[in-house]
């Protein structure tokens, strides 16, 4: 069983920073891509950014100038560090995760719970 497990949401002030962290536990064989995904409420779920298991990175284009992923292979954790936040970046932020399982070849996509942001004007 795989678990995806997000730390690091909360509340600040318009203009201040938050890192979220996401670590993937189980029986994991390896992770190719993680990312950063988040839903405001009445909207869709939109992808915030991208990170392969070589370090590549994709960003949506709101957050390329703000917002940083990183990964700690050994340590199965991505991380996103926001600055500059806005009130309109309040959401919940899920993490996902492409990867395989032990007993099995195929590659499969797991999310996270989900960690509440929310940016105060």
């Known amino acids: 069983q795989v678990q995806l497990v997000e730390s690091g949401g909360g509340l600040v002030q318009a203009g201040g920073s938050l890192r979220l962290s996401c670590a993937a536990s189980?029986?994991?064989?390896?992770?190719?891509?993680m990312g950063w995904y988040r839903q405001a409420p009445g909207k869709q779920r939109e992808l915030v950014a991208q990170?392969?298991?070589?370090?590549?990175?994709n960003y949506a284009d709101a957050m390329k100038d703000r917002f940083t992923i990183s990964r700690d292979n050994a340590k199965n954790t991505v991380y996103l560090q926001m600055n500059s936040l806005k009130p309109e970046d309040t959401a919940v932020y899920y993490c996902?995760?492409?990867?395989?399982?032990?007993?099995?070849?195929?590659?499969?996509?797991?999310w996270g719970q989900g960690t509440q942001v929310t940016v105060s004007s």
């Open positions: 990170i392969t298991s070589d370090g590549r990175t």
């Open positions: 996902a995760a492409t990867l395989q399982q032990g007993g099995s070849t195929a590659w499969k996509a797991y």
């Open positions: 189980g029986s994991i064989i390896i992770i190719n891509g």
